[in-house]
């Protein structure tokens, strides 16, 4: 999430209330996720775990909850807790806005596009030319959906990121400040849910094809002409790259990513990060015909063990 225009350190710590370590005039732009830095965004880290990836990370101002040496280049901002700080900073440049209208009056909405009773269209929406949104869809606020996209009854654009740290008083909600873009020629079934990115997009890029009743978790990017089918679930920060195939009910874990033109079987639990080009199946994941294999000799097993006794 970039601001909307370059803020200085001393003015970011002043916003949270901490102290920092650096130039007051240290440049700030943005805000994001380890995964999605870049130079002039704040990351944030609290636990030692990943200290030094956050400090080696893009980012040029690094959130911590320990006092450590300041890498060159960089600046740090000394909080006490970190994720909240986070949130704090979210707030303020992404501040909740109350819908006022069923289609939002600041909403932009493109030559031929049909919305359907009952659509909620939030603040700052905008929609292509061409596209047909079926009736009762919800499209949180920021979304941008290109040309030519079908949307079918009841699906759900930017939600929340399902993203909990666990405290001793009960689960503390990371604020979601992220968009979902939506490139041309996508068509997307009924009950389907797409969260926005946390400070960043979620991504279906142009000409992939997803199925009825299918999650596709925050800062998510699925890449072109993909086929998505029913009761999908990709949690988030994946990497889903072109052409690639998931049939029906597959799970994907987070932080993983599906090479170009990967055929993924269903029911598959896609635990680790598979290169393109391949089918698989299974849980744990592995190339299909391996699979059929170890499920062929497992078979074998009573017919040995009958003829061992």
């Not at 870049?38 to 040029?60: C, R, W």
Request: net charge neutral.
């Amino acid at each position: 999430m970039k601001f909307p225009q370059k803020h200085t350190l001393e003015q970011i710590a002043t916003i949270i209330g901490c102290s920092y370590v650096g130039s007051p005039d240290f440049p700030v732009y943005g805000m994001n996720e380890i995964h999605v830095v870049e130079p002039g965004d704040i990351v944030f880290v609290d636990h030692p775990k990943y200290y030094d990836k956050a400090l080696n990370s893009a980012a040029t101002i690094v959130l911590i909850n320990k006092e450590v040496a300041c890498p060159e280049g960089k600046a740090l901002l000394i909080s006490e807790d970190p994720f909240s700080d986070f949130n704090k900073l979210t707030r303020y440049f992404k501040p909740f806005e109350k819908a006022a209208a069923l289609v939002a009056p600041t909403a932009k909405i493109g030559e031929g596009t049909v919305i359907q009773p009952g659509c909620f269209i939030g603040n700052n929406v905008t929609i292509g030319k061409d596209c047909l949104i079926h009736a009762n869809v919800t499209i949180y606020d920021n979304c941008v959906i290109g040309d030519h996209v079908t949307i079918h009854a009841g699906t759900v654009l930017g939600g929340d990121a399902f993203y909990y740290k666990n405290r001793p008083e009960g689960f503390d909600k990371l604020l979601s400040g992220g968009r979902v873009i939506i490139e041309d020629h996508v068509d997307i079934g009924a009950s389907c849910t797409i969260d926005k990115g946390v400070t960043g997009d979620t991504t279906i890029k142009k000409g992939s094809k997803i199925d009825n009743l299918v999650q596709i978790g925050h800062d998510t990017v699925i890449g072109e002409k993909c086929l998505i089918a029913s009761q999908t679930g990709i949690a988030g920060c994946v990497v889903v790259e072109n052409e690639v195939t998931i049939w029906g009910q597959v799970g994907v874990t987070s932080g993983i990513t599906i090479g170009a033109k990967a055929v993924i079987l269903g029911q598959t639990g896609v635990t680790k990060s598979v290169s393109g080009g391949k089918t698989y199946f299974g849980n744990p994941i592995e190339e299909a015909r391996k699979k059929y294999k170890e499920l062929a000799a497992i078979r074998q097993i009573p017919s040995i063990i009958k003829k061992l006794g």
